[in-house]
């Protein structure tokens, strides 16, 4: 995720960084901003999924394929969604279309 900041205040954000650079100019030509005091900034997404209980342990939901109910302790890198919980099977099923695996710990506090 891309976040574009006028003097230091977040504005808008945008998922590729093309997008970000349309939004600097527009904002630019629209005579709200200029070069100096406009920032594109890259920040990860925050991971949001649903968690729940294996036999005393915290897994996410796999999210790879929209039908897996599968619980996972594994994330991939997708490359517009950030991290995506998948589980070992649908990693597999994808063919290697998927990024980068992470192990994860939830904790719970």
Known sequence: ???????????????????????????????????DNITI???????VATAFEVNGVMMLQCEWFAKCTNGTLQVVDHPILG???????????SGGQV?????IQINVS
């Not at 976040?3 to 349309?22: Q, Y």
């Not at 900034?41 to 925050?46: G, I, N, T």
């Not at 991290?83 to 099923?93: D, L, M, N, S």
């Open 99 to 103: 990024g980068r695996v992470h192990d």
């Open 41 to 47: 900034e890259k920040r990860k997404r925050d991971l």
């Open 1 to 35: 995720m891309y976040v574009i900041n006028v003097n230091g205040e977040e504005i808008d954000h945008v998922d590729t960084l093309a997008k970000a650079k349309r939004a600097r100019n527009t904002i630019i030509y629209g005579g709200i901003g200029t070069e």
């Open 83 to 93: 991290q995506v919980p998948a589980c070992k099977r649908c990693i597999g099923k």
